[in-house]
């Protein structure tokens, strides 16, 4: 019994010197760690997606407090709402930015790009992309063995099963730039969501020849220029047979979209009838301008003394 | 021939792998395939920077003509390989399976540069010194036929600080299937040892040794009567074991030496040629013959007529297809090189480059890739790595992304022999990765 006595009585007095070494030693040895390091890390996500060019959320957090100032850091999950938050933290004004969104530029479906041989290694397209140019003609197009499905944290992608291409929901999309930096053929971009939500982007990143990239796939980008000519924005730019329309400067006229000889650029989230309006537009001009053609030949061969012959 | 069976022959220490030989063309001669109607020939068929372009659209050419011209030291001449007009340049598809520019000729009979001496007497008597050999090699676009295509005359410049005291050649030919050196070695010995004697004065060197897997003992039996009367060159056998064709397992298996890490033969004092390329610089430099043509074998088991073929470059895969006799039902993959190391080609129009050495047929049943387990750590990748490397770990680093630690691993040692995934017991594809691993840390260098 005595031995029970002894133990409690030795290992209780151990444990009090032990707490109060500890609750000295805790003062003395005390990490000052900024308290706002904690209120700003607690308002962010907590994804560590690195979306933000920082290793996760805590270092985030730190590289906000010492930087002090927010112009070049910004968490892209989320978004300016919690960006808000932190600046008031940090008791300074907040930088807006421009949501980003992103975007698949290949429309290169099972059905406009045939495939021309079978590839049968590992399903992922960093291996793929390792070995050869594509189990198609066309040699920048998707792989569609998924390595940005894969990659995404936050479920906003999934491979189309019937075109082969994958698809990112928009709403679930936190523009983290992960899938970006994993598409080994460079073909997801971010872009940014635009007003009323809409974008306006070519879905085509192949520079070939015309008539090289349009034997692989009938939506490629021949770079016949329509759009180009037809911008008065001068926001597309031709590149190596490519057209590529720079957010910034375009205003979405939707005239390129009507102009496009392979119906590839895409006008996210605008209404058809819209588009369907400015192809009217144009209709009605052409045929306003050929009626013109129409008069002033017939003018001109009044004038002329020769009798009036109907154009064919 | 069974004087080589009474000792223990020579091999690499470390690893290596056993597949079945499938010599099925080790007795079939080289036959000249008919001329192609028309040829497209890459303007990169080497290791180095891609060779100018000097011809256009419109203008006739002559067989052994310079259409593209090496850029840089690292590069090759390109020749025209039939005479004809030339139709077009553009990107086509090439054996490594990606877009390279190329140059179309359109075959009109079979017009030789007056330069070009198309005789068979054999000129043993070597006229140029040491420098002009090197020129002339350069000059006529040879480079490594072995498969990598490093141009010759690259390794026969040796930097200066560095003493090459021997000259290997390389007729180990240990990818399975493919008989391409071993029928030169049986058809051409008196032209290859004319060309030793031309590689031995371009370095200086006295010493130089054949050496040659024991599967193919009429060659060594023939080439040994030979170097008898040839003092410096001499004949090994070698053990029949993969990769024993490997430059750098070569050099270890026959003179016991270890090229350093990230470093090349002559940093051991060798220098290493292939036994096609020793023919090629035979004929460049005593015929002025540039490389326009090459041996290359059609193999499988259900090919109908397994052939070796002296093709021209530029000639497209399908036309040696024909020849061998068309391509087997169920065939499964088409593959440009030996089973080991070689790559399934996409496109049945590639041409035939200067390190092509075989076109196999593989049936649809062995072609397919097994399904993949997990590692089970078994550890037979590390057994089997003839550069004592662990493959299972490079697999993990290059599919994590984590290029500094694959760096450490040595992950560019490796030399892409495959022994690895040919042993996996889950059939991992480690080598694929490992490829990705490596281009990976390549552009880390860059960058």
Redesign the interface.
């Known amino acids: 019994m005595s031995v029970l006595v002894y133990t409690i009585i030795t290992l209780t007095a151990l444990g009090l010197l032990a707490a109060v070494v500890i609750y000295f030693v805790s003062k003395k040895f005390a990490v000052q760690e900024d308290p706002r390091i904690e209120k700003v890390e607690a308002v962010l996500p907590a994804t560590n997606c690195g979306g933000c060019g920082q290793p996760g959320c805590h270092a985030f957090a730190l590289a906000v407090i010492q930087a002090g100032e927010l112009s070049t850091l910004h968490c892209p999950v989320g978004g300016n709402a919690v960006m808000k938050q932190v600046a008031e933290i940090l008791g300074i004004e907040a930088v807006e930015k421009d949501p980003y969104v992103a975007v698949v530029r290949c429309s290169g479906s099972f059905e406009q790009r045939k495939k021309?041989?079978v590839y049968?290694?590992?399903s992922s397209c960093?291996?793929a992309a390792?070995?050869?140019?594509g189990?198609t003609g066309c040699?920048y197009g998707c792989l569609g063995l998924g390595d940005c499905v894969q990659v995404c944290d936050f479920e906003a992608m999934y491979m189309d099963e019937r075109t082969g291409l994958p698809v990112v929901i928009e709403d679930k999309c936190t523009a983290c730039n992960a899938c970006v930096k994993e598409c080994p053929k460079n073909i997801l971009e971010l872009w940014p969501k635009g007003k009323k939500n809409q974008r306006i982007y070519v879905a085509c990143v192949n520079e070939?020849?015309g008539s090289?990239a349009r034997k692989a796939c009938a939506v490629a980008c021949d770079g016949c220029s329509s759009c180009f000519d037809i911008c008065k924005f001068d926001a597309i730019e031709m590149k190596n047979d490519l057209a590529y329309i720079d957010p910034e400067k375009c205003k979405q006229c939707l005239q390129c979209i009507d102009v496009c000889s392979v119906h590839n650029i895409i006008a996210a989230n605008v209404p058809p009838d819209k588009i369907a309006a400015v192809t009217q537009a144009r209709l009605k001009r052409e045929e306003k301008e050929r009626q013109k053609k129409e008069e002033e030949r017939l003018k001109a061969q009044q004038n002329n003394g020769s009798p009036i012959t109907p154009q064919a | 021939m069974a004087a080589r069976l009474h000792h223990k022959l020579k091999s690499f220490r470390l690893g290596g792998v056993h597949p079945n030989d499938m010599k099925l063309t080790a007795h079939v001669s080289i036959e000249p395939l008919p001329l192609p109607a028309f040829v497209t020939i890459p303007v990169i068929q080497h290791i180095g920077a891609p060779a100018k372009i000097n011809v256009q659209v419109g203008d006739t050419v002559k067989v052994g003509q310079i259409i593209a011209a090496h850029e840089g030291f690292v590069s090759s001449n390109i020749h025209a390989s039939v005479s004809g007009t030339v139709t077009g340049i553009h990107n086509a598809m090439d054996s490594s399976g990606f877009k390279h520019t190329a140059i179309d000729i359109q075959r009109d009979g079979d017009l030789w540069d007056e330069s070009i001496d198309r005789s068979d007497t054999l000129i043993t008597d070597i006229r140029l010194n040491q420098k002009e050999i090197v020129s002339r090699i350069m000059e006529m676009g040879v480079v490594g036929m072995g498969g990598a295509a490093f141009p010759s005359h690259v390794k026969l410049s040796v930097p200066e600080g560095k003493h090459v005291d021997h000259l290997i050649i390389n007729g180990v030919e240990c990818e399975p299937y493919l008989t391409a050196d071993h029928r030169l070695m049986l058809e051409k010995p008196k032209e290859l040892i004319v060309g030793i004697r031309i590689l031995m004065k371009a370095l200086g060197v006295d010493k130089a040794i054949i050496g040659i897997e024991n599967n193919k003992a009429d060659a060594i039996e023939l080439l040994d009567k030979l170097v008898q009367h040839e003092p410096g060159i001499t004949v090994e056998a070698l053990e029949v074991q993969y990769p024993q064709g490997s430059e750098k397992q070569l050099i270890q298996a026959l003179l016991d030496r270890e090229v350093p890490s990230g470093g090349l033969p002559s940093d051991v004092g060798v220098i290493v040629h292939n036994v096609g390329t020793t023919v090629a610089i035979y004929e460049a430099v005593q015929k002025n013959k540039p490389l326009i043509e090459r041996v290359v074998t059609v193999s499988g088991k259900e090919v109908r007529r397994p052939s070796n073929f002296m093709v021209r470059l530029g000639t497209p895969v399908i036309d040696l297809l024909v020849a061998a006799g068309g391509i087997p039902d169920h065939t499964g993959k088409i593959v440009s090189g030996g089973p080991m190391m070689g790559k399934a080609i996409a496109d049945l129009n590639v041409p035939v480059a200067k390190g092509m050495s075989g076109i196999l047929l593989i049936p649809e049943d062995e072609s397919k890739r097994a399904e993949s387990y997990n590692c089970v750590h078994c550890g037979k990748c590390i057994e089997v790595c003839p550069m004592g490397l662990e493959p299972y770990q490079l697999l993990l680093l290059s599919k994590k992304g984590n290029k500094e630690r694959a760096k450490e691993e040595h992950i560019l040692d490796c030399i892409e022999c495959g022994s690895c995934a040919f042993v996996c017991p889950s059939n991992r594809p480690i080598l694929d990765y490992i490829r990705l691993g490596k281009t990976q840390v390549r552009k880390l260098k860059k960058a």
Do not use: R
């Open positions: 021309t041989n049968d290694g590992e960093k291996l390792n070995l050869y140019s189990d040699a070939d020849e090289e």
